[in-house]
């Protein structure tokens, strides 16, 4: 760690504001991940996370094939279907199914987005919910509003390791998130708000529909930024010496178009990189997920 507590209570502005990256965080909760999955074989269990692939999309495989990896860093069974893109809906939920009922399998994914002709949403809703790695399932949704044990969605949790780990103190302090997605900004907010020594904050959401929003922003101790509107934040939306999150992204084909302009760094005490800031953690969290399903699932 480069900062003291004591100096990011107080941040100052600075032409290059410490970076916050997401690597080292991601390579903490994997070290913690790989641990759990070691003492769960040790007992004769071996952690699984099931992955379905629709389609042929050259990204999504790319993003399969990078948990496939991980999982056989971390001592995971991996097993996958891919099917193809002119699967009916039916036989995507059979799929699913298939993983809900084998006790050998502790988390699933489908990997996002789908085909047209599909409703990922009721795929989802399909899933069983403690096998939900990506805590999306609306009674995960409703396990974290009321503080019960259960995954958690994987960007809002990557994001309060992210604060955890470089030291920025959130307890009492101003967040504003700048976004109200189901995936992001809604079940960020209820996560910070909890009371927890990395959280317990005062959190406002705000987004693109309110005409003021910058109003918000410029009051912000820690600003996270997850609207997916390139650019959106920019300097003069950023209280100088806050710490900025940039966790809203958009693609253009493969050019990653981030909310924050670079120029923030100007006026933020610290900030995520352009990349490699919040993407590491939220695959970490995929892991620490299904492993933490496993321990439940043979407690």
Known sequence: MTTTSESAEHPTPSS??????????????????AAAA???????????????????????????????RQAAELGFASPHVHLPATVAQADL?????????????????????????????????TIDPDKDVDGMHPLN????????PGPLP??????????????????????VILGRGATLGRPLAMLLAQKRPTANAAVTVVHTGVPDWPRYTRRADILVAA?????????EHVKPGAVVIGAGVRYEGRRL???????????AGAITPRVGGVGPTTVAMLFRNAVRAAERANQ
Not at 100 to 110: E, K, Q, R, S
Not at 227 to 235: K, T, W
Request: charge should be negative; charged fraction near 20%; include cysteine.
């Open 16 to 33: 290059a504001a410490r970076l916050l990256p997401g690597a080292p965080v991601a390579e903490a909760v994997l070290a913690e991940t």
């Open 227 to 235: 609207a997916g509107v390139p650019g959106i934040v920019r300097p």
């Open 154 to 175: 994987c960007t809002p949790a990557g994001i309060e390791a992210l604060l955890a780990y470089h030291q920025i103190p959130v307890a009492g302090r101003e967040v």
């Open 38 to 68: 070691a003492r769960l074989r040790d007992r004769g269990i071996t952690p699984s996370l099931a992955t379905i692939l629709v389609g042929d999309d050259d990204a999504s495989a790319g993003y399969i094939a990078i948990k496939q």
């Open 93 to 125: 939920h059979r799929a699913i199914a298939r993983f809900n009922t084998d006790p050998a399998v502790h988390g699933i994914l489908v990997q996002y987005p789908v085909p047209g002709h599909l409703d990922y949403d009721a795929a989802l809703l």
């Open 141 to 148: 949704m409703g396990r974290l509003a009321v503080g019960l």
């Open 257 to 267: 178009l981030p909310d924050v302009d670079e120029a923030c760094a100007e006026v």
